[in-house]
Nanobody, 121 residues
Framework: QLQLVESGGGLVQPGGSLRLSCAAS????????IGWFRQAPGNGREGVSCISASGASINYADSVKGRFTISRDNDKNVVYLEMNNLRPEDTAIYYC??????????????WGQGSQVNVSS
């Protein structure tokens, strides 16, 4: 069974940092584009960042540029999202998703269950 599993969410104060992990189970990530998406209460799901299978192509939503960094370690079968200088408006459920095409989008076939991130003082 092919699965993506997110971890690393939690409660953090404004200005703080978190690192989310997206681990693959049942397959290897090396041929998959991986994206991070988020959904805040009352909002639709939005794309946050995307990394191609090789890691050569990366993009970010304007709202997180300069604060978030996506990376991948294919040897460990994991993709990371390093989130710095977090703001209350970053509060959301964060999902990772994967597919064999680039760029990222809602059409991706594989989705994780989500990890809650709360930014509050």
């Amino acid at each position: 069974q092919l699965q993506l599993v997110e971890s690393g969410g939690g409660l953090v104060q404004p200005g703080g940092s978190l690192r989310l992990s997206c681990a693959a189970s049942g397959f290897t990530l090396e041929h998959y584009t991986i994206g991070w998406f988020r959904q805040a209460p009352g909002n639709g799901r939005e794309g946050v960042s995307c990394i191609s299978a090789s890691g050569a192509s990366i993009n970010y939503a304007d709202s997180v540029k300069g604060r978030f960094t996506i990376s991948r370690d294919n040897d460990k079968n994991v993709v990371y999202l390093e989130m710095n200088n977090l703001r209350p408006e970053d509060t959301a459920i964060y999902y990772c998703a994967g597919d064999r095409i680039f760029p990222c989008g809602e059409w991706f076939a594989l989705w994780g269950q989500g990890s809650q991130v709360n930014v509050s003082s």
